[in-house]
C-alpha cells in the first residue's frame, strides 16, 4: 500500500548544510512513533493561514527529515508532496517504508503534512460521512440533496473553530513550503510530487525557483483542469483504451468477447436492480448505477486495472465476485487516509468552474457516452461543493509559469485521472522538461524499482542523459 502510495501521489549532515530543529507549537505534540524515532529530525513551523495577512491567525505545519542513511556530499534533500488533495505524508507506515528506500541512501528525505491535513492543523475531515453516502442507495437526486447538507454541516464545524476554508490552497501552501526551506537551512531542495502533489510542487517550482535543483512529477495534475469535467474525459479514455486492450488481446478477448456491451449491459442492471454487498463483515453498501461507474473508475486507479476492470464488470452482471470486496475495501482504506475537506477546499478555490451550471453538466455527459450515467460521488460533490467557500482563483490565473528548472514527468497511459495529456500539457512549460509515458495501467506504478532507480539517477545529475532502458515506455 505505501509503494502505491509512495508512487502517487505518491511521500543528515552535508558538508553545506545544516539543519535546524522547530519550536513545537503550544499545545500540539508529536506522537511517540516520531519522537522515538532516531532516524527522525521532527517539529512544528508556524505560518500564518493567509500568508497575505501574515499578522494574522496562525497555523502549524508539522515536518520530518530522514537522515540519510550515507550521506554523499553535494546530495541536495528530497522533499516529497503527497496526492489528493488530502492526502496524509507522516504515516508510520510510510515513514517505515521510506526508512529502507533508495532515495534515503544518500541524501535527506524531508516528509510534511500539507496544511489542512493530519498534523497540520487539520480541517474537521468529512471522508467517512461522504463514505456512508456513498454506501446508500441513493439515487443522484438523493444523493446531491445528502451532499449538500454534509457539507453545509461543516461549514458550521469550519465557522465554529474560526478556520477559513478558503486558505487551503495550494498557493497558500506553496508559500508555507517556501517557510519551510528557509527553516531547515538547505542550500537547495529536489521536489517529488504525485498525482495532486506534482501541482503543489509546479506551484514551488514557480515560486522559489533559485531552491529547487530538480523536480520529479509523477501522474501530473494541471491547474488548468476541470475537477467533474476533466474526470470525465480521463474516465472515459482510461476505460475505452481497457476495451481496446482486451480486444486486442487473446486471453482477455476470448473470456469477455463482448466486454463494451457488457459493461452498458452492467450498468444498466444496477440501475434497475441495485446490488447489496457487506464490506468487512459489517458495512452495507448498496452499490447503484452512479456507484458502479465511480467504483470502476476507482479500480482503474490499480496498476492491474486492465485484467481487473472487465472482471468487475462482470461482477456486476453475475451479482457477486471478489473483486466486489477488493475494490470496496480498496475505496475504503483510501478513506481512511485522505482529508476530504481539504480536498473540496482546494478544488473549490482552483479546480471548479461556477460557469458550470446543471444544463453544462447534462451537456458534458451527452459527450461522454461511456459515462452513462452521474458520476458517483464526483457529480454531487461538485455541484454541492461550489458553495463551499468563497474564494475562486482566477480562471486566467489557472496556469504554471516558464520554468528551466530541470523536470522529470511519469505518466501511465491508462492513467484514469491524470491521463498523457496531462504530461503533455505540464512539460509545454518546462525548458528542461522530460515527458515520459508509461504503457502501464493504474495511477502512478509501474516498474516501481526500476523507477526509483531512474528517479535517483536524474536527482543526482539532472543535465546528465537518463539511461531509462528497464522502463515500459509507450511508444506514440
Avoid at 17 to 36: E, G
Avoid at 97 to 107: A, D, N, S, T, V
Avoid at 313 to 325: D, F, K, M
Avoid at 362 to 374: G, N, T
Amino acid at each position: 500500500m505505501y509503494r502505491f502510495l509512495l508512487a502517487l501521489v505518491f511521500l543528515n549532515f552535508l558538508g553545506t548544510t545544516q539543519t535546524t530543529h522547530a519550536q513545537i507549537v503550544k499545545d500540539n505534540t508529536l506522537p511517540d512513533w516520531m519522537t522515538q524515532n532516531k532516524a527522525l529530525t521532527a517539529g512544528f513551523l508556524q505560518v500564518p493561514e493567509n500568508h497575505d495577512q501574515p499578522d494574522g491567525r496562525q497555523i502549524h505545519i508539522a515536518y520530518a527529515v530522514m537522515k540519510a542513511k550515507e550521506p554523499v556530499e553535494g546530495a541536495f534533500p528530497m522533499i516529497f508532496f503527497s496526492g489528493g488533495p488530502g492526502g496524509e505524508t507522516l504515516d508510520e507506515g510510510l515513514v517505515e517504508y521510506l526508512g529502507e528506500h533508495p532515495f534515503r541512501q544518500g541524501r535527506d528525505v524531508i516528509l510534511f503534512d500539507q496544511r489542512g491535513i493530519g498534523l497540520s492543523s487539520a480541517l474537521p475531515d468529512m471522508s467517512f460521512d461522504s463514505f456512508e453516502i456513498l454506501a446508500l442507495d441513493a439515487d443522484s437526486e438523493k444523493e446531491l440533496a445528502l451532499t449538500r447538507k454534509m457539507i453545509s454541516d461543516y461549514k458550521l464545524k469550519c465557522a465554529e473553530r474560526q478556520v477559513e476554508p478558503a486558505y487551503y490552497n495550494t498557493q497558500q501552501s506553496a508559500r508555507d513550503v517556501g517557510m519551510l526551506f528557509k527553516h531547515l537551512g538547505y542550500t537547495k531542495y529536489n521536489l517529488f510530487g504525485g498525482s495532486y502533489g506534482t501541482r503543489l510542487a509546479r506551484v514551488v517550482q514557480d515560486l522559489f525557483p533559485e531552491r529547487i535543483h530538480a523536480s520529479v512529477l509523477d501522474s501530473p495534475a494541471p491547474l488548468s483542469g476541470d475537477f467533474l469535467l476533466n474526470r470525465l474525459d480521463s474516465y472515459s479514455l482510461s476505460l475505452s483504451r481497457i476495451f481496446d486492450y482486451c480486444a486486442n488481446t487473446p486471453e482477455c478477448n476470448a473470456e469477455y468477447p463482448e466486454l463494451k456491451a457488457d459493461y452498458f449491459k452492467a450498468i444498466d442492471h444496477l440501475e434497475k436492480a441495485p446490488l447489496k454487498v457487506t464490506l468487512r463483515d459489517s458495512i452495507p453498501f448498496v452499490i447503484n448505477a452512479q456507484d458502479g461507474v465511480y467504483l470502476i473508475r476507482r479500480l482503474l486507479y490499480q496498476a492491474n486495472s486492465r485484467e481487473k476492470a472487465p472482471e468487475l464488470i462482470h461482477a456486476y452482471l453475475n451479482g457477486s465476485g471478489e473483486v466486489l470486496q477488493e475494490v470496496l475495501d480498496f475505496e475504503y482504506r483510501l478513506t481512511g487516509g485522505l482529508n476530504l475537506t481539504m480536498l473540496l477546499s482546494v478544488e473549490k478555490y482552483e479546480n471548479f468552474n461556477p460557469a458550470n451550471t446543471p444544463k453544462k453538466i447534462r451537456e458534458a455527459y451527452r459527450q461522454h457516452p461511456l459515462v452513462p450515467v452521474e458520476l458517483g460521488f464526483f457529480d454531487a460533490f461538485y455541484q454541492a461543493g461550489m458553495d463551499w467557500h468563497s474564494g475562486h482563483m482566477a480562471m486566467e490565473e489557472r496556469h504554471f509559469e516558464d520554468s528551466d528548472v530541470p523536470s522529470l514527468i511519469f505518466v501511465n497511459r491508462y492513467d484514469p485521472v491524470t491521463p498523457p495529456e496531462n504530461g503533455r500539457l505540464f512539460k509545454e512549460n518546462l525548458s528542461q522538461g522530460t515527458l515520459l509515458i508509461l504503457d502501464e495501467g493504474g495511477h502512478g506504478g509501474g516498474n516501481q524499482d526500476c523507477k526509483d532507480q531512474v528517479i535517483v539517477s536524474f536527482m543526482d545529475h539532472p543535465q546528465q542523459p537518463l539511461d531509462v532502458s528497464c522502463l515500459n515506455l509507450y511508444k506514440e
